[in-house]
């Protein structure tokens, strides 16, 4: 099917180009709780992103990282205080413009039985892998495809079947930011691979994101010492928060003792 729509002009044609859009990006938690059961796992997380930062989230496993971004695509709703996408409520917005505006790369990656292209392809209902690409505006996907290490570009037209950790990762991550969203999610996207790979898909999505507001969780010091912020969590509450260099200068316990356990 989506082989037809390749050589379907009309197709891709349909698609408007996000040409002269608004600045958008603004992400705000005010006061946020939120529990699943009747346990809190978040409490009284407020914090900021302007559009285009990167904003790295670190903490414990079970901190509440993962918790914490799933609010701002609205997986689940907070149950105190207000998360704002662009200064509107989530809550008050239509899912469908609020989704449009976010991607999310997560570690676990759902691949459906279909070719690689057609699990990049997912998020952009009904929209083939190159009108994505023409209506995303990023003329140089190929290009990013082809930057990822591992020949990326030689199993694009393979089965989603069968591939490993890292490989999954990598179709998520193009599946999520070839929707070309003000707002990129990446939750531990770059787990399943060594420290030289993660570091090169940075460096990567830098270059292609850099008007994308960010979010990356990791484990790695060295893959979240560049973001504009870095937030540590701890047992669901904000425990510090700054650049690298600030963290580092402050008096803060979490932090150090999270580099002294993961390094750099
Ligand atoms: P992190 O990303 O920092 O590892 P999570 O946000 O995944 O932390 O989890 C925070 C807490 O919430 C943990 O105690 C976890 O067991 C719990 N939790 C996560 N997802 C669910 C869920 N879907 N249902 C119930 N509890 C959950």
Not at 41 to 60: C, D, F, R, Y
Not at 87 to 102: A, G, I, P, Q, Y
């Amino acid at each position: 099917k989506i082989r037809e729509y390749l050589n379907n002009e009309s197709a891709i044609s349909n698609i408007e180009k996000p040409a002269n859009r608004e600045i958008t990006g603004f992400v705000e938690f005010n006061n946020v709780s939120f529990g699943y059961d009747n346990e809190e796992v978040l409490k009284n997380v407020s914090l900021k992103a302007k559009p285009g930062e990167t904003v790295a989230i670190i903490g414990p496993t079970g901190s509440g990282k993962s918790t914490l971004v799933n609010l701002i695509c609205r997986f689940y709703d907070c149950s105190e205080g207000e998360v704002l996408v662009d200064n509107v409520n989530v809550k008050e917005m239509d899912l469908r413009t609020l989704r449009s505006k976010v991607s999310v790369a997560m570690q676990d990656v759902f691949l459906f039985s279909d070719t690689i292209e057609g699990n990049i392809a997912y998020g952009v209902p009904d929209a083939p892998y190159e009108s994505i690409k023409r209506a995303a505006g990023i003329a140089d996907a190929d290009e990013f495809i082809s930057s990822l290490p591992e020949g990326y570009d030689t199993i694009i037209g393979e089965r989603g079947v069968g591939l490993s950790g890292g490989q999954r990762q990598r179709i998520a991550l193009a599946r999520a930011i070839l929707k070309d969203p003000s707002i990129l999610i990446l939750d531990d996207t770059t787990s399943s691979v060594d420290m030289e790979t993660e570091f090169e898909i940075h460096k990567t999505l830098r270059s292609f994101y850099n008007n994308k507001t960010t979010f990356i969780i990791a484990h790695r010091i060295s893959s979240v010492k560049n973001a504009d912020k870095i937030i540590v969590l701890n047992d669901g509450q904000v425990v510090e928060q700054g650049t690298h260099q600030e963290l580092l200068n402050l008096k803060s316990y979490y932090y150090k003792v999270y580099q002294s356990q993961y390094g750099d």
